[in-house]
């Protein structure tokens, strides 16, 4: 059980970041290229950002999959982006 859990959370954190991937470019593709209205939107910069944030993390998947890093330290690496990603998404005005 001690070999796969790594691989299982490897992979999970390679789902959820391609669904993070997805949806930034998906938000992109809506603002640039449809005629929906949005009340909100979020800069470019923002969505680069998280795009950034989302391959990193899929490197980081691959890598806690492949046993060339530990699972602690992936897992803090993935931790880490994820909340500079909300906390960017959140307080992107004050920067």
Known sequence: ??????????????????FWLYQNMNLYYLY????VLFAFR???W???FQVF???????IGF???LKTISFKK?????IA???LGIFVEQFHYLF
């Open 32 to 35: 640039h290229y449809t005629d």
């Open 53 to 59: 944030l989302g391959v990193f993390n899929i490197f």
């Open 81 to 83: 982006t994820l909340f």
């Open 46 to 48: 923002v969505l680069f």
């Open 42 to 44: 979020y800069p470019n």
């Open 1 to 18: 059980m001690k070999k796969l859990f790594p691989k299982v959370v490897g992979i999970l954190i390679i789902l959820l970041s391609l």
């Open 74 to 78: 992936g897992l803090q690496y993935f």
């Open 63 to 65: 890598k806690i999959f």
